[in-house]
T-cell receptor
Framework: DGGITQSPKYLFRKEGQNVTLSCEQNLNHDAMYWYRQDPGQGLRLIYYSQIVNDFQKGDIAEGYSVSREKKESFPLTVTSAQKNPTAFYLC??????????FGSGTRLTVV | ELKVEQNPLFLSMQEGKNYTIYCNYSTTSDRLYWYRQDPGKSLESLFVLLSNGAVKQEGRLMASLDTKARLSTLHITAAVHDLSATYFCAVEGNTDKLIFGTGTRLQVFP
């Protein structure tokens, strides 16, 4: 079955550490997105990519980085520059005719 | 810049009652989406609205779109406890970014 997979489901980060969240899709979608959700809040766009080897900043890109070397993969790195990274992170992919598909999310906690 | 506003933010309603959630957006949009989110879970797609006057219904939920007013509504008919969740609208602007509203947390009680 086609879908979008995020891993890990739970991630713990120490102060000053970089961590990478994985997002893989086998839907053959060109566009991929990363969102952050804080408790009781809506989703805010971090980065998005419309095509391989190209990506753009969203509304809250500071402290994050991404790469898009393969169509199937869009990993998100939370760097030490992100001072408050504890949140729920959702990855999505999209097709112009079929809309958006969301992963199951990664819950990141700073310890 | 596209902005999406939902109201109310919180909604506590009795089983069997009807209510409407409103979603306003600031610029011309191609598509509007409604999602449901249960606590700690990802998003479940409910509706995609593509044109002015579009109306879609699934069970006790009905969504509509007025592109001239830049307004979408999600109407709940005869609420049941299973509908308790957070509901988001999201609007796709001309830059192919999906921008979310703040969400409406719905609680249905007996």
């Amino acid at each position: 079955d086609g879908g979008i997979t995020q891993s890990p489901k739970y991630l713990f980060r120490k102060e000053g550490q970089n961590v990478t969240l994985s997002c893989e899709q086998n839907l053959n979608h060109d566009a991929m997105y990363w969102y952050r959700q804080d408790p009781g809040q809506g989703l805010r766009l971090i980065y998005y990519s419309q095509i391989v080897n190209d990506f753009q900043k969203g509304d809250i890109a500071e402290g994050y980085s991404v790469s898009r070397e393969k169509k199937e993969s869009f990993p998100l790195t939370v760097t030490s520059a992100q001072k408050n990274p504890t949140a729920f992170y959702l990855c999505a992919s999209a097709h112009p005719n079929y809309g958006y598909t969301f992963g199951s999310g990664t819950r990141l906690t700073v310890v | 810049e596209l902005k999406v506003e939902q109201n109310p933010l919180f909604l506590s309603m009795q089983e069997g009652k009807n209510y409407t959630i409103y979603c306003n957006y600031s610029t011309t949009s191609d598509r509007l989406y409604w999602y449901r989110q249960d606590p700690g879970k990802s998003l479940e797609s409910l509706f995609v609205l593509l044109s002015n006057g579009a109306v879609k219904q699934e069970g006790r939920l009905m969504a509509s779109l007025d592109t001239k007013a830049r307004l979408s509504t999600l109407h709940i008919t005869a609420a049941v406890h299973d509908l308790s969740a957070t509901y988001f609208c999201a609007v796709e602007g001309n830059t192919d970014k999906l921008i979310f509203g703040t969400g409406t947390r719905l609680q249905v009680f007996p």
